[in-house]
């Protein structure tokens, strides 16, 4: 096995790699059920997002982040129903 002396896998990631496929970069602002909450900060969409309450619909979130725009993240995104409202 050769090992690349540069290669930073945070970084790699971040860059959206190691998803299905590659698409353009997308700003995602979604508003989340609590029942998302949790499982949004442990297992992140990417390595830089953000999560900060919302005042409606109560106990909701809004969860902003840059990342490539996949058949993946649109599944996920539908998969969720009426746990996530989506803007633009």
Same mark, same amino acid.
């Given at each position: 096995m050769v090992k690349q002396a540069d290669f930073n &896998? #945070?970084?790699?990631l971040a860059q959206g790699h190691g998803d299905f496929g590659?698409?353009?970069?997308?700003n995602l602002d979604i508003k989340a059920? #609590? !029942?998302l909450d949790a499982y949004l900060a442990e297992c992140k &969409?990417? %390595?830089i997002q953000k999560i900060t309450p919302v005042k409606k619909p109560v106990d909701w979130f809004r969860l902003t982040a840059q990342l490539p725009d996949t058949q993946q993240l649109k599944s996920w995104l539908l998969s969720q129903g !009426?746990? %996530?409202l989506v803007k633009g």
């Open positions: &896998l #945070p970084q790699y590659e698409g353009e970069m997308r059920s #609590p !029942d &969409l990417t %390595v !009426d746990a %996530v």
